[in-house]
């Protein structure tokens, strides 16, 4: 037997096709029973009239189940009750792997959903949502390639911060200190020695104590650094590699987008507008508006980022942050040494930052004073310091959390909803 594809058979539109796949509805009305095959291109009615049908044949029918797998043939027809005005009348059928009553019936609440994410990801919703996932990560490598960037890989276990040491998970490590990498940064800097510019595609892991609706435990984070590039340098390479990614998705995954909401058409300026660029004390002054009890030293979180960016439909570069709310590893601005040569990208809609991002420290002296400033002690980062004597250029990176980006272009509520098994500070099942 050849198996068509759903979405082969929808497009034919006529003839004999046999498909396979699993039953997504079922309804039985006056002597037929209709099944709502799925396979991972589409959905399909299938009819079988017991008026029509051999007795076995209908039996093997109304014995199906939801979510049980099935392999049938039949003719193809034009239907304007059926969905895409195609329906199948099914000549042949056999069950495959007899399904159980499937659990998700009346149950949608959140919670419950997470319990069975094993089985919610069979829904049309996930799918989506994980198709357009896979080609900004696809998108994200072409455009790697296209600026000659080599992928490369750090270590998942470190012995350092990188963000903080509020968020860091301690692992067991046959009695020494060690960490789960909050971001491949510091061995990205490492290696762009070696190799010019380089980028790795990594989980990052945070113990994130927030419950927001865009913060995971572990995220993937594609990272990038890039020798002899300052600022503004970096500003227009994460500025041509979001409309570059956004450009594939609007073109890829049409149909994806509309389907979970997104209007492919409100991403568009995205491509077309250039961003905007504010430094910090500029939306400092507006978000005090709406939010007086920030001052200057404040940094911007979900809440503020939301209001900031809600009514936009572009992104927006936040550059020259105090140098006081900045990990050590950000450059002072040599013409004010108060703020720092960084920035964050926000995405529209509310969507708010999805690039952390900036020119590196780079003389040893002034590395070693934003440690001391921070209390961190140097010992454990002997290695990143070393890099600073031996041969330093200037060099600049970024890192992109490529959930929030899948979120954005989504619509999606949570950030969970564009990951097949989120991880959050009470979810790590299953
Ligand atoms: O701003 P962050 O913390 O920057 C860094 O980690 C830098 N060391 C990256 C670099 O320059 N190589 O994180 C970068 C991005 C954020 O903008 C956000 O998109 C994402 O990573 N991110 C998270 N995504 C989901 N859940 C979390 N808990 C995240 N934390 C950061
Ligand atoms: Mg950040």
Redesign the pocket.
Known sequence: MKFSKISNAIQKGSGQVELRGWIKRKRDLKGKIFLLLRDETGEIQCVCDSAKASSELFKECSHSTIESSVELYGTLHKDNRAPHGIELEIKGFKIVGLADVFPIQKDFSTEFLLDVRHLWLRSSKMRDALKVRATVFDAFRQFMKKKDCIEVAGPMFVTGM??GSLTLFKVPYFGKKVFLT????FY?EVLMYSLGNVYTIAP?F?A?KSKTT????E?W?A???LPWIGLDGVMDFEEELIKFITEKVIKERKKELKALGRNPKTLKPVISKKFKRMKYDEVLEIAREKFPYLKKGSDFGEKEERELTKSMDVPLFITHFPRSIKPFYHRPNPKNPAEILCN?LLAPEGYG??????ERTWKVEVLLQRMKEDGIDPKPYQWYIDLRKYGSVPHS?????L??LTAWYCKAKH?RDVVPFPRTINRVYP
């Open positions: 990188v963000e909050q971001s491949s940064q990205l990052s945070r994130e865009r913060h995971l435990t995220f984070h990272e990038v650094e964050d930052e999805i690039i952390g991002s900036g990176g970024f890192g992109l959390g959930e929030r950030i």
